[in-house]
Structure formats: C-alpha cells, structure tokens
C-alpha cells in the first residue's frame, strides 16, 4: 500500500511539474507575443538602417557603419555584441551621379554609376553616344570597333516595352500581348545572336570597348517593373560605367537610331579606398544550462546600393534583431546560448558566413539549429527540413507553439532536400548543421526589390516582419527549451530527375577573404 500511495506521489508531483513547466512556457510566449505587438521597435530599426545608414556594400564606409549601429544598439538592450573580422575587400565610396543630355536638347536622366566604378574628372565626360553594330561576324566588328574611340557606348538592348507582363494582362487583348511577347522573344534572340557574332559576350566585350578607346558605357538592367533596373557593378576599369532607367535608356536608344546624335554627360563622384577589413556583427545572450549549445539567428547585413537594402538583407536584419530584443527581455537566462550572425558579403558569395563557419568549429559543431531569413519584406509562408530525416520531430514540436495565426500560413516540408548556395543558412547546412530558411511571400520581390534601385523603406510591409521576429523568437526559445539535442542524420538524397544520378550533400566552401582588388 505505501508502494502504492509512493507511486501515485511521484505521479502527481511529476504532473505539477509538467503543469508548472507548460504555464511558465506559455507565459514566455504570451509575453514575446505581447512585447512583439505592443512595443515593437521595427520601423525605428528600419529608419536607422535604411534611411539614415543607407545601403551596405561590403567594402564600403557605410556597411562599417552599420556593423557599428549594430553593435551599439545591442549594447544598449544589454546585449554583448562585437564585429569579427573576416577578411578585407577593395574599399569604395559611391559619390553623386549626375547624368544630363545635353543635345538635341537638354533633360536630366534617372540613373546612377555602377558599383566600383572609377571617378570621373569633375568636369565628367561629355560625348556623342551610340550603339553597337549589326554585324555578321567577329571581323565586322573589329572593322567597327575603332569609332568608339571618343563616343559614349550603349551596351544593352533596347526593351520593346516598359510594361511589366502583369499590366500587358490586364489591359491588352490575347492577340496583342501574344504578338508583344513574340516580338520580345525574336529581339531577345537577335540581339544574342549579334552579341555572339562579334566574338565577345555581354561582360568581354566590355573590356574590348574601353581597350578601343570607349570614353563610358551606358547599360540599362531592366527588372521588369515599372521604373525597375537591377544594379550591381561595373567591370571597366578607367572609364565610367552609368546605368540608365529604362525610359530614358529607350528614348536615347531612339534618338541614336533616328540619327538624332544624341549628346550626354557623365559626372561620377566616387571613391576608391584601398584594402579595408570586413565583418560580420555578432551578439549573444548567453546560455544557462547549456552555454556550450547554441541556436543561431541568421541574416546577412551588406546589399547592393542601388536602393538602400530594405528587403534584401534590411527585413531579415530586423528580423533578427527584434528578436533577439524580445528574447533578452522576455527570456534572459536561456538554457542554450543564443547567438545571432549579421553576416558580410553575402552578395558575393557568402563570404562572411562561410568564414564563420571555417572559424568557429567549436561552435559549429554544437548547433543546435539555426534560423536564417533573407528573401524579402513578406510573411513566412515556407520552411523546409532541409534534408535532415527527424526535422519533422523538433520543428514539428516547436512550430506547435507558434501562435496559429502565424503557422497557418506556412507550409512545410519534411524532410525536404538541402537548399543550395542562395542564402548564408547553405554555409551551415554543408556543414552538416540543422540549418533552415524562414522562405518569405514574394511581394514581388524577384522584379521590383531584389538588387534594384526600388529596394527602398516604403517597401517594408511591418506587419509582416513583425510576425517574423514573433516565429523567430518563439522556435529559438522552443529550441532552446527542447530537452533533447537535435539529430543531424541526413536523409538518402534522391536522384537528379535530369542527370539520373544521384545527388549529393553540399559540400562546404571557403570564403574568398580579399575581394575586389582586381577589379
């Protein structure tokens, strides 16, 4: 009997126990839930970082500027933070573009100098512009190519239309649209044909035409948006390279082939500044119980500069950083230790994740899963298991907590396949580490945000992002929690539908950890 009554007070106090445990859970999280809604600090993190700092080129005085702010700022919610040091990048300061036709008469265009491009004079360059030939093979364009000697050259094919598909749908008959995208498709064709007849293709020709005597090039990258151009870098290395909108590009583009002979300037302000280190920005609350585990909080903190980085990495960055705000003051003594990772260089190759990676095996090696969010301003729709055979078991556990307003938008998939090398969670995930990818809702992210010159602020939609830091806070707390360490068995990969072989784990990379300087 007393065996009995033993038996029934051990079951009962582990019941309280579980009870108690659940409660405190709950309350965690109705609290990171509340904090999240009520005292949110995401539009004046945005403002700081997108509006104040601007865009964050690796290699640039603004992208130290940001590891900085972001140091100081976790500083401030009693968070250790320190910016590590990677590698070192050409070092370069984008100035003021001005871009003015100055005959047959006089308009000031939308457009801007292309990364790591040269300075010009403070006069800049002024000249005649023209095109590239129609030629049957390499020997007519080599006939041709000296008369570039003193002329602004365009190098990008003039687009039939300004009209993104979507708007062409709604308005346009069938027979139109069909005939416009027909006639798209053979000017698309004719111009590779051409750019293949010269001998070069569209980044050796570059070199070609400022070896000629090319004063600057003029391209336009148009992203299929309405006054959307992607912008990255230019590959000249005396001379200006400008991007041009594509209406201006166009009206130009006409102008040269009426024989109107158009005229434009080119001033280009920018700096060259040697060899500077890079970073990534890390922070962390340390753990209690398991200081030597730890769950990462993953975005990469550089962008191009063609707008200012709002949703390519700006979201994910805040993101992060809210939750990590949240989790200090809603959960301050984590079993685990919560580390989050503003990587550099993203752009380029996952440079400052995979350098972390190669740096830090002790952590590594103890992971005991990481949250990256990269693509974009909207909602978590996506999350896979990665390849890993038991994701389903602890994302499965942890997602159960996240309140369901938020997972009934998610779809996931388990275990899923490896993700490839788009986003700094690939540089953990070839590591062999329980890495997964909070896959955002496109906001038409592909054609009017991603590397464009539209990638602003007013873009951001809050709403969305604040949900964001809430499943961000909530599986890394539940992580965290989670008595059990989670399993790295990776799954039999399936056969590549195109090749019939069978495909293989990521293998891990080395970052490159001087970039640039050969530019």
């Not at 300061?93 to 008469?105: F, N, Q």
């Not at 970073?279 to 209690?288: P, R």
């Not at 398991?290 to 962008?303: G, V």
Request: zero cysteines.
């Amino acid at each position: 009997m007393k065996k009995i009554h033993l038996i029934i007070i051990v079951l009962m106090a582990s019941f309280m126990m579980t009870a108690q445990s659940n409660e405190s859970n709950d309350a965690v999280i109705e609290n990171i839930v509340k904090e999240a809604n009520e005292n949110s600090q995401l539009e004046q993190l945005g403002h700081e970082l997108m509006d104040v700092i601007g865009p964050r080129l690796v290699g640039t005085p603004q992208m130290k500027q940001a590891n900085d702010w972001a140091v100081k700022k976790y500083n401030s919610w009693g968070i250790t933070a320190r910016n590590e040091q990677w590698g070192a990048w050409r070092g370069w300061e984008r100035g003021i573009t001005h871009i003015d036709m100055t005959y047959p008469r006089v308009q000031s265009l939308k457009g801007t100098q292309l990364a790591w491009n040269p300075s010009t004079s403070n006069e800049g360059v002024t000249a005649e512009l023209i095109t590239l030939p129609t030629v049957a093979d390499s020997l007519a364009f080599a006939d041709w190519l000296p008369s570039v000697k003193g002329k602004l050259v365009m190098i990008s094919m003039n687009q039939p239309t300004g009209r993104p598909d979507y708007n062409w749908e709604e308005f346009a008959t069938e027979k139109s649209f069909e005939k416009m995208k027909a006639n798209r498709s053979e000017q698309t064709k004719v111009w590779r044909e051409n750019m293949s007849n010269t001998g070069y293709n569209r980044r050796t020709i570059i070199k070609a035409l400022e070896d000629a005597g090319a004063l600057g090039l003029v391209a336009s990258s148009w992203s299929r948006g309405f006054g959307v151009n992607k912008i990255f870098s230019a590959r000249t290395k005396k001379i200006p390279t400008v991007d041009l909108e594509l209406e201006d590009y166009g009206m130009l583009y006409r102008m040269v082939d009426y024989g109107d002979k158009p005229v434009i300037t080119i001033v280009a302000k920018s700096k060259e500044l040697g060899e500077v280190p890079n970073f990534n920005t890390i922070a962390e609350i340390k753990g209690t119980e398991k200081p030597e585990e730890y769950i990462i909080l993953s975005a990469h903190f550089d962008s191009w500069d063609g707008g200012t980085g709002a949703t390519d990495n700006g979201t994910g960055t805040l993101v992060m950083m809210e939750a990590m705000r949240i989790l200090k003051k809603m959960y301050p003594n984590p079993k685990r230790t919560i580390l989050v990772g503003h990587w550099g260089s993203e752009e380029q190759g996952l440079n400052g994740s995979r350098a972390f990676v190669e740096d830090h095996p002790e952590i590594v090696k103890n992971i005991q899963a990481s949250f990256n969010q990269d693509n974009g301003t909207g909602r978590v729709v996506n999350i896979s298991g990665q390849g890993f055979v038991h994701s389903y078991d602890y994302l499965g556990r942890w997602l159960a907590a996240v309140p369901k307003e938020i997972t009934d938008e998610i779809k996931t998939t388990f275990p899923g396949t490896p993700g490839g090398g788009g986003s700094d969670y690939a540089s953990f995930l070839a590591a062999g580490v329980p890495a997964f990818s909070l896959s955002s809702l496109s906001w038409s992210y592909w054609n009017y945000t991603w590397h464009t010159n539209r990638d602003t602020y007013d873009k951001i939609v809050f709403d969305d992002v604040r949900n964001n830091a809430i499943l961000t806070a909530i599986l890394t707390y539940m992580a965290s929690e989670d008595p059990a360490t989670t399993s790295r068995e990776k799954r039999v990969m399936p056969l590549n539908s195109r090749t019939g072989k069978q495909r293989t784990w990521p293998t891990q990379r080395s970052p490159n950890r001087l970039g640039g300087m050969d530019k």
